[in-house]
């Protein structure tokens, strides 16, 4: 896990650089401020090191010349030609029923910003500090945005391990409608048929900040926690991956690239 991370800004942002420094310090990350004079490509290719930026656009990680941040609004336009018909993810979730869903591997919550565009009152669990800070600003941003602001009050943010937050809830018989499970699947052989692309641009930066020690948190130890609290868990899985955690599933839904796995109590 990081504990301590550069953050590249320019001197207007200091008082941001003070919020989000005592905010990380708080979640066990030191955050060193590199006052520079400006950000831009450029810049990014000459510190290549994983670390965060702040700029007009908010907070975003780098690494290697590129820059990643939970875009919410950038969503929009795909918001705006979802429906519970065209969406496979919909069907699956039965987002028609405006289910009570806990979304147990955030990512960037792409998920799970249109599962409450349509409907769902979405409970977002992340454990990486960085990453949930992340998350927490594309939110705040996203609650200013007319088209964004009443889907953004649907999305409630929990910064919690999800096997703890998961066990904790079935201890206290807490239960829930949906769990969705779109846990971290592994890079593809970069040196396969081309074909096979290399994961897009921000999930590798997501990749880099969420490696431990080399291993991949794969999700397999959450499917049985949500399956005792939740009337269904759906998996998304590569259209051509095996079953998490090896399990067969009730149904499942087909999509060109990826599928969902639907457990039912």
């Given at each position: 896990?990081?504990?301590?991370?550069?953050?590249?800004?320019?001197?207007?942002?200091?008082?941001?650089?003070?919020?989000?420094?005592e905010?990380?310090?708080?979640?066990?990350?030191?955050?060193?401020?590199?006052?520079?004079?400006?950000?831009?490509?450029?810049?990014?290719?000459?510190?290549p090191?994983?670390a965060?930026?702040?700029?007009?656009?908010?907070?975003?990680?780098?690494?290697?010349?590129?820059?990643?941040?939970?875009?919410?609004?950038?969503?929009?336009?795909?918001?705006?030609?979802?429906?519970?018909?065209?969406?496979?993810?919909?069907?699956?979730?039965?987002?028609?029923?405006?289910?009570?869903?806990?979304?147990?591997?955030?990512?960037?919550?792409?998920?799970?910003?249109?599962?409450?565009?349509l409907?769902?009152?979405?409970?977002?669990?992340?454990?990486?500090?960085?990453?949930?800070?992340l998350?927490?600003?594309?939110?705040?941003?996203?609650?200013?945005?007319?088209?964004?602001?009443?889907?953004?009050?649907?999305?409630?943010?929990?910064?919690a391990?999800?096997?703890d937050?998961?066990?904790?809830?079935?201890?206290?018989?807490?239960?829930?409608?949906?769990?969705?499970?779109?846990?971290?699947?592994?890079?593809?052989?970069?040196?396969?048929?081309?074909?096979?692309?290399?994961?897009?641009?921000?999930?590798?930066?997501?990749?880099?900040?969420?490696?431990?020690?080399?291993?991949?948190?794969?999700?397999?130890?959450?499917?049985?926690?949500?399956?005792?609290?939740?009337k269904?868990?759906?998996?998304?899985?590569?259209?051509?991956?095996?079953?998490?955690?090896?399990?067969?599933?009730d149904?499942?839904?087909?999509?060109?690239?990826?599928?969902?796995?639907?457990?039912?109590?």
């Amino acid at each position: 896990m990081v504990s301590e991370i550069r953050l590249f800004a320019t001197a207007q942002y200091a008082a941001q650089i003070q919020f989000y420094q005592e905010l990380l310090a708080s979640r066990g990350v030191t955050v060193e401020w590199v006052e520079i004079e400006q950000l831009n490509a450029r810049f990014l290719r000459q510190h290549p090191e994983l670390a965060l930026c702040l700029d007009q656009d908010g907070l975003w990680l780098s690494a290697e010349g590129m820059k990643m941040q939970p875009d919410w609004r950038g969503e929009i336009s795909r918001l705006k030609r979802a429906s519970l018909k065209s969406e496979l993810l919909a069907r699956a979730c039965q987002l028609a029923e405006k289910p009570k869903l806990i979304d147990a591997t955030a990512g960037l919550g792409h998920d799970s910003l249109l599962m409450a565009h349509l409907g769902a009152e979405v409970i977002l669990v992340e454990r990486h500090p960085i990453l949930v800070t992340l998350l927490e600003a594309a939110k705040a941003q996203a609650t200013l945005d007319p088209f964004l602001a009443d889907t953004a009050e649907r999305i409630s943010l929990v910064y919690a391990d999800s096997q703890d937050y998961l066990e904790q809830r079935v201890r206290e018989q807490q239960e829930v409608d949906v769990v969705y499970l779109d846990p971290m699947f592994p890079q593809r052989d970069q040196n396969s048929n081309k074909k096979q692309a290399l994961v897009k641009k921000q999930m590798q930066l997501l990749h880099l900040l969420l490696a431990d020690d080399g291993q991949m948190d794969l999700g397999e130890q959450l499917l049985a926690p949500a399956r005792q609290i939740a009337k269904r868990v759906v998996v998304k899985r590569p259209r051509l991956a095996v079953h998490l955690d090896d399990v067969t599933p009730d149904h499942q839904w087909l999509g060109d690239a990826c599928r969902f796995d639907a457990y039912f109590k």
